[in-house]
């Protein structure tokens, strides 16, 4: 998915909160937006927002001097995620489709996010996700592929979703499960170490994705990525950023699993903003 | 008050809708942000944001080569006017305390808009605005004042506000009233023509601010505005615009009545968004 012009405020946007939130100071947050906004200026419209937002946030990081500036906040958020794994891991257990509990919980860990996402109330918009309806729900075609895949690409995206995702690998033992991290910090997305902090090393391979765009862009990705990719019998893609990059995929059962975030992306989707999606992409 | 950072992606956002409700051309809409970007990038942090708002629209009105892109809009709430009138000067008329509900019916028609406010859905948001809490009431010294004031100048806002202006003015018959208008079309803001087709010119003079940006920055404005406002005992001043050219004034008795549309202002005024405001700002 290509950049339409209403993402553009949004980078803005991030811009703008992302200095606020990491406390910089007033220079800093000036110089943030300026240079922001000149690389807007002459930026590739063709270019997916993942892309775009990598480049934002090397604004960010390259003027706070912080390789990881939303470190505190990951910190903070794996702090909670055992007990968000206990909470509804438990949810799971007293579930009479676990599978479908699984899902559930690993779209709902989607809600925290700091980049594209407005405000957030993390426990409350996790609960609602927990009961909503979907806006897609291709189950039938996620169970009919599992049922003949044996290996799977889980492509992570947030932190403290990363435990989320634990609860729903979990209920895939027994197929040979690869999660998909980024290979540098980038806003709250998930790297090595917080897929080590949810504890996915123990169950998946735990590889990077050769870049540290906020989205799976594949021209980023590194080779040896795209070989696991390309080995794998189907995908699991997770969150906003994942979809933008992978939506107009070819040749690869993915299933996209997601809250749409903002306007862009719902319209996309022929979806309202808020909704969640469990999204067939066929591939054959 | 002067923009402050988190303004910047706001103007952005404006740049971009106002291409898409204005149904220009892909090329024409690129024009406007790009050309957008670049004021903003070199614009001075201190102006208003009535100003830059000025600024943005001039840009759209060139590229769009109307000189009154809003002129649909502004026309099909001009026509649910009459309905709007009636049926709030009806609540007056049923009211105990005619002119409290005047004032809020006055606030309430501040909820259309086309800069700032994002979303909005006008009956429902009127009628949410007719029972709501105010965040400031200073209605005592609303009355205090009025009862010693003879002049009274009413700075004017969007249409169709114009209609429920008009049935706060009949509340106030006994005054000398003069209406200020923007002096050419900005956005829905009000000019004499609309102040016309709301039926202002019977009960009160109508004026001319002397610019066109949308909200009244007096280092805009003509002498004779000036002079008029000098003279006049008292302000009413209407909506968000309003508020940021005029909230340090000093030396005048002014009333703001608005309501607050975006986290800037809010935390200026130290409410929540959406909150309704009745705030004296004293004078002598």
């Known amino acids: ?70 470190k505190e906040i990951k910190d903070y958020y794996n702090n909670l995620g055992p007990e968000f794994y206990k909470k509804y891991k438990g949810k799971v257990n007293k579930s009479k489709d676990r599978l479908l509990t699984a899902v559930r919980c690993a779209i709902a860990g989607n809600v925290v996010d700091f980049g594209v996402a407005g405000e957030f109330d993390a426990e409350k918009d996790i609960e609602k996700v927990m009961t909503q309806d ?29 435990f989320f995702d634990r609860i729903l690998i979990e209920e895939l033992e027994d197929k040979e499960i690869t999660y998909v991290v980024k290979s540098a910090p980038i806003i709250n997305d998930a790297t090595v170490e917080d897929a080590l902090i949810a504890g996915i090393d123990g169950i998946a391979r735990v590889v990077e994705s050769g870049s540290c765009a906020p989205g799976t862009v594949l021209s980023l990705c590194s080779a040896e990525f795209l070989r696991t990719m390309k080995e794998s019998d189907m995908v699991i893609s997770k969150g906003q950023g994942n979809y933008e990059a992978l939506e107009d995929i070819k040749g690869k059962d993915v299933f996209f699993m997601l809250k749409a975030k903002c306007k862009v992306v719902a319209k996309h989707l022929n979806v309202k903003v808020g909704d969640i999606i469990f999204k067939y992409k066929g591939g054959k």
Chains 1, 2 share one sequence.
Do not use: W
């Not at 007033?26 to 590739?44: G, H, V, W």
């Open 134 to 162: 979907f806006a897609y729900f291709d189950y039938d075609a996620f169970k009919k592929i599992l049922s003949k895949s044996r290996s799977l690409l889980y492509l992570a995206d947030n932190v403290p979703e990363t």
């Open 1 to 70: 998915m290509k950049c339409y012009l209403e993402c553009i405020p949004c980078f803005v946007k991030q811009a703008v909160e992302a200095g606020n939130i990491l406390s910089s100071t007033a220079s800093q947050r000036e110089e943030i937006l300026q240079k922001s906004l000149k690389l807007i200026i002459n930026m590739d419209r063709n270019m997916t927002p993942p892309e775009a937002g990598m480049k934002i946030h090397s604004i960010i990081k390259f003027i706070t001097g912080k390789k990881d500036p939303y």
